[in-house]
């Protein structure tokens, strides 16, 4: 019994090293993988703990609340907002970037999907090719998947050679099974066990562990046993124990093999990290945008304001100074009429102003914050920034501009990486286009003991042997009776046509994407020289805007001269000072419109970001990291 315990224990620890092997394969396996450039920081895996794997992953949930900063800037009940206040308010609060920001633990939930062996299911401007998948999605590569399960089935042995097949990748699975039988069995003879009614109680159990790998190769260990009492006359033993060890091996070695056939799904979802990157980037760049269009937009809503103001202070003065007129005499009751009516037009101007730019507020407040509740929207804001003056290299040359477009453009980038994930899907198809090889190997000893019956020569029983479990299973570890299979199976499909569809549709679609990469650069070249034009045209408007305005109070104050030296009329007047308060409304549009083209130049070619020091670590944590103006000093560039 001692040597017997011996074996058993040695059998053991054989078990316990082809365990550890396979975990250093794995860990190999995982160390050679392609790494990922991501500074993500989601993480949704339980971990490798047995009862955390079926616990309900926690996912945290979104804040609705609007930041602290909107409570800091009120102050004696005005929002006091400079432009780089309303970028950092963005980042923490516009609901654009808040949705755009979910695309990032998406992907990552993707590649933990796909390490499991799962298909990934791809994120926003990710492209998936159809030529995948053999049926819905999810349902793994078309052509070598492999099954995830196995049973205990798969191990028993017969008088042929044992194949458990290949088991899918790539999370290991373990199972424990068990059965109990009572049967009664009339028979029409005795010879086999001296009795005309077999009866026999049976209990079988079986525990098994399996598991693939990218490489192709496959694994899966049972240990099964059965303990049966029977009433035959002719049992050795009674009860009987058997017990079985099967270890199989299986290695796809063409269609199905290595990690470009079986991590097809791994590399893309990798890649859709980059993408969810990008596409969050494009994100913030729009919202960016917008945040400083609407913000220059009340600006210029600001200046309207002032414009119409200042149009009172001279409708208000000219109709004071005919009121002075009358009263000596000079004019006609009728001129004071002329400049009341002219004093009323420009107080409905203002009012219409005053509404214009009440509104804008509400539509910057709806953009900085999650939800404008009662204290934000009692306050109005404060805008503490002016429009911004045009300069000389406001723009760089063209062809300067054009390479920064093509170099930083999301949409070109997104472009670029779908035609990785395409590669990665031509690989995995050439793959599937060659013949199914598969080369196998199983051990599958096995064992029996249990309660030796002793019997005389007429089969009575004269006593027994004891015997157990430990004696089934030192015959199994020792090898006492072995059974060992080696084999291969191949197949060839004589003409392969879903194969060969599913190659020539992932060239197909590459070439799309391709032509598609091509129209997206014309399209950013086009966007590029637009805003060219734009931002050259706006400056030129301001320069004819400034003139108009100069003129125009050089006339008005001409005119006023006249009318006090009683050449003119209030009439005249009137016209002259309308013509000011179109050249100013004119000069102040042209300042808005040059602030909407150099946005509109900065989106086009995608340095928006780092010409107002955003960065996408700043868009993805919600904060805004303010850099001071030091000359000479580079700028931070977006990763």
Not at 16 to 40: F, M, S, W, Y
Not at 532 to 545: D, G, H, L, M, W
Request: hydrophobic share 40%.
């Amino acid at each position: 019994m001692k040597l017997n315990s011996f074996r058993c224990r040695l059998g053991l620890l054989g078990v316990l090293a082809v365990l550890v092997a396979t975990e250093g394969l794995r860990a190999q396996q995982a160390a050679t993988q392609e790494p990922t450039r991501n500074a993500n920081a989601f993480s949704y895996e339980n971990g490798s703990s047995l009862f955390k794997a079926y616990s309900y992953p926690l996912v945290p949930e979104g804040s609705l609340k609007n930041s602290p900063k909107i409570n800091e800037l009120i102050r004696d009940g005005k929002l006091e907002l400079s432009l780089e206040d309303a970028l950092a308010l963005a980042l923490q609060n516009n609901l654009d970037i808040v949705v755009g920001r979910y695309q990032l633990p998406l992907a990552q939930l993707d590649v933990l999907r796909t390490k499991s062996g799962g298909a990934a299911r791809g994120v926003q401007g990710a492209v998936i090719s159809n030529a995948l998948f053999t049926g819905a999605i999810g349902t793994g590569i078309s052509g070598f998947s492999g099954s995830s399960s196995a049973t205990a089935a798969a191990f028993s042995g017969t008088s042929s050679a044992i194949n458990i097949g290949f088991i899918g990748c790539c999370d290991p699975f373990a199972g424990f099974s068990y059965g109990w039988n009572y049967a009664q069995t009339p028979l029409n003879f005795t010879e086999l066990i001296g009795q005309s009614v077999e009866g026999s109680h049976t209990a079988n159990y079986s525990t098994f562990y399996g598991q693939g790998f990218l490489s192709g190769t496959s694994y899966a260990v049972s240990v099964s046993g059965q303990r049966q009492t029977t009433n035959s006359i002719y049992s050795q033993f009674n009860p009987s124990i058997g017990a079985g060890l099967a270890i199989g091996l299986d290695q796809h070695l063409l269609k199905g093999f290595g990690y470009r056939a079986n991590a097809v799904f791994i590399r893309i979802a990798r890649n859709d990290l980059k993408v969810a990157d990008s596409v969050f980037r494009q994100q913030v760049i729009a919202s960016v945008a917008q945040v400083l269009n609407a913000y220059y937009t009340l600006l210029a809503d600001k200046d309207q304001v002032r414009v119409a103001e200042a149009a009172i202070r001279y409708a208000q003065q000219l109709v004071d100074d005919d009121k002075k007129e009358v009263e000596v005499g000079l004019l006609a009751p009728l001129d004071v009429v002329q400049a009341e009516s002219q004093l009323a037009n420009s107080q409905q101007n203002l009012i219409v102003a005053q509404t214009t730019y009440l509104q804008q507020q509400e539509v910057l407040k709806t953009m900085l914050s999650k939800n404008v509740d009662s204290q934000l929207a009692a306050v109005q804001i404060d805008s503490t920034d002016q429009l911004p003056e045009p300069r000389p290299d406001d723009v760089p040359a063209l062809e300067e501009a054009l390479n920064e477009a093509v170099q930083n453009r999301p949409e070109i980038e997104q472009d670029q990486l779908n035609l990785r994930n395409q590669e990665y899907t031509i690989q995995a198809n050439r793959n599937g286009m060659l013949p199914t090889l598969d080369a196998f190997a199983t051990y599958a000893p096995s064992g029996l003991s249990g309660i030796k019956v002793l019997r005389d020569e007429n089969f009575n029983v004269i006593g027994t042997v004891p015997g157990g479990l430990g004696d089934a299973l030192s015959n199994v570890f020792s090898s006492t009776y072995p059974n060992y299979s080696v084999g291969f199976t191949f197949s060839v499909p004589l003409r392969n046509r879903a194969q060969q569809a599913n190659a020539a549709q992932a060239l197909v679609e590459q070439h799309q994407l391709e032509t598609m990469l091509q129209r997206q650069k014309n399209q950013v070249a086009q966007d590029v020289r637009n805003a060219e034009i734009a931002v050259t045209q706006a400056k030129a408007q301001i320069n004819a805007a400034t003139k108009a305005r100069i003129y125009a109070e050089q006339a008005l104050d001409a005119e006023v001269k006249k009318f006090r030296a009683g050449t003119s009329t209030t009439l005249n007047v009137i016209l002259e000072q309308q013509n000011l308060v179109t050249a100013e409304g004119n000069e102040a549009k042209a300042r808005a419109t040059y602030a909407s083209a150099l946005v509109q130049f900065q989106q086009a070619t995608a340095t928006i970001l780092d010409v107002h020091h955003v960065t996408l670590a700043d868009a993805k944590t919600g904060q805004y990291a303010r850099v001071p103006n030091i000359p000479g000093t580079p700028p931070r560039s977006n990763p």
